[in-house]
RNA sequence: GGUGAGAUGACUGAGCGGUUUAAAGUGCUAGUCUCGAAAACUAGAGUAGGGGUAACUCUACCGCGGGUUCAAAUCCCGCUCUCACCGCCA
């Protein structure tokens, strides 16, 4: 959520900067309501300041056994006056916040504006690998090496969904493992959060009220809502939502893993098959809350630990900066991780590192006392993938294939797998 | 699911229509005293939003939302959560 100071102290910038991400406003009918909104509030808190002093003048008349019927009735008056404008005001009000919810982020200033196409490639791991044999996609991998069952994920739940089986499970279970115990050694405090959310939490997160249709929703018994997390992040966000935290305990570093339940409405293309795009995929995210200052060293740290644990697989990947369009509605800044998908020549995002600022903050309600002036401020959250499997597997099948159709297991992950390459089924 | 009790500032806890601008205690921050500390004493200290160049001042906040009243922490209704006991259950 924006700083209605900064709208009021220079809309015209404001306007200026959301354009970076193609987001077109006009304040003008916002600042009418604000003004007015303000206008109110000096009337009827003058008039309830008005309300107070007579209440204690009946009182002490009362107490004294003095008449006060004529001040009673005057403030009866006065009270119905109130409530008219009390009323008035809270009505603006709504429609000032229920606008400024509405508002995505301001992009960080050395954001390049624009839409996807303006991402630029900041940094790459590996050289492309090269095939001397016909590949296979990660598809006709899973399929022939046994690890993923996909037809049967779609007799169970429909379209968009897979099963791990087998040694696929092992593989997705030990990729879980290496990127939660690399979390704990790097000292991130690991937490299994709820999965099933309520609407303030996704309102904190930034994805309400815009951008609901996009989550499963469980429960909707009259003005309850419930949801599946889209991402852990939107659970992490909540966890210190309407506190205070003191500066020494600053930065929380946490990190969880949970499924991830996303509608994906409309979004399907032929060559996102397999599982680059379902509707539950497995993520470890990565989330830390920190003070203003030190938001921007932190991004960099998250960013590096996500690439850490790509280039641990051994995995050609780029990551590239995204331009303002390009970033999540919350998001200040963003850097993405894209692995290589020999098979579709593309490159995939496996980890999406931002830094979201005071946006998420305010909307949350969440701050930090200053240890030296003790004055309270919003607080800077930042959250980054460490790793989602769903397009991490797909690398991995594709980009150590053999000939022969095998796959040679990465070697952080053979502790767990058990066996150095994962060959065909007959 | 049932019954009962409860939700007050950093914490403990009083108040149950109008001397509450929320008692008292603990803790916290300054200061006095001290070589230093402890003790004692003095003062200060919440969050949010307005107005004012400023000193300052006003309003709201006693779980949340309504209501009654001239006046609500206090009375009424609804909700949420916590605790205890009972039931059910992986």
Redesign the pocket.
């Known amino acids: 959520m924006l700083?209605?100071?900064l709208i009021?102290e220079d809309a015209k910038a404001v306007t200026e900067k959301l354009k970076k991400r193609n987001y077109e406003v006009d304040f003008t009918e916002l600042l009418l309501w604000?003004k007015e909104r303000?206008?109110l509030?000096?009337k009827?808190?003058?008039?309830?300041?008005?309300?107070?002093?007579?209440?204690?003048e009946?009182?002490?008349l009362?107490?004294e056994g003095q008449n006060?019927e004529e001040?009673?009735?005057?403030?009866?008056?006065?009270?119905?006056e109130?409530?008219q404008l009390d009323?008035k005001e809270?009505a603006l009000d709504e429609k000032i916040k229920d606008f400024i919810a509405r508002l995505p982020n301001i992009p960080a200033d050395d954001v390049i504006a624009g839409g996807k196409e303006n991402n630029k490639m900041i940094s790459t791991y590996k050289e492309r690998p090269n095939f001397s044999f016909k590949i296979k996609d990660h598809v006709e991998l899973a399929t022939t090496l046994g690890l993923i069952d996909y037809e049967r994920g779609v007799k169970m739940a429909g379209a968009g969904f897979w099963a791990y089986i087998g040694t696929g499970a092992i593989l997705e279970w030990a990729l879980l493992n290496y990127f939660v115990e690399t979390h704990i050694k790097d000292g991130y405090e690991f937490i299994l959060p709820p999965h099933i959310l309520s609407y303030e939490s996704g309102f904190t997160a930034g994805q309400f009220p815009k951008f609901i249709d996009d989550v499963f929703k469980v429960e909707s018994e009259e003005d309850?809502v419930r949801f599946l997390l889209p991402t852990a992040e939107t659970a992490l966000i909540n966890f210190h939502r309407n506190e205070?935290l003191d500066e020494e305990d600053l930065p929380k570093k946490y990190f969880s893993y949970t499924p991830c339940y996303r509608k994906e409405a409309g979004s399907y293309r032929k060559e996102e098959r397999g599982m680059i795009r379902g509707h539950q995929f497995n993520k470890v995210e990565m989330f830390q809350y920190t003070t203003p200052e030190t938001s921007d060293a932190a991004l960099e740290e998250l960013i590096k630990k996500a690439e850490d644990l790509v280039r641990g697989l051994g995995l050609h990947f780029q990551t590239s900066k995204l331009a303002a369009e390009d970033c999540s509605a919350s998001m200040a800044k963003t850097y993405d991780i894209e692995v290589w998908i020999p098979s579709m020549e593309i490159y995939k995002e496996v980890s999406s590192s931002s830094n979201a600022k005071d946006y998420q903050a305010r909307r949350g309600?969440m701050?930090f006392?200053r240890k030296t002036d003790?004055?309270?401020?919003y607080i800077h959250t930042l959250n980054a993938s460490g790793l989602a499997t769903s397009r991490i597997i797909p690398a991995i099948l594709e980009q150590y294939q053999q000939e022969d159709g095998s796959v040679i297991v990465p070697e952080v992950l053979r502790k767990w797998v058990g066996v150095d390459v994962l060959k065909p089924k007959k």
Do not use: F, P, Y
């Not at 009827?44 to 204690?56: D, L, S, W, Y």
């Open positions: 700083d209605l100071n009021r604000d303000r206008e509030l000096v009827v808190e003058n008039m309830k300041a008005e309300r107070n002093r007579t209440t204690e009946i009182s002490r009362k107490k006060a001040k009673v009735s005057e403030m009866k008056r006065l009270g119905d109130i409530k009323e809270g309850t205070i309600n701050k006392r003790k004055k309270v401020e």
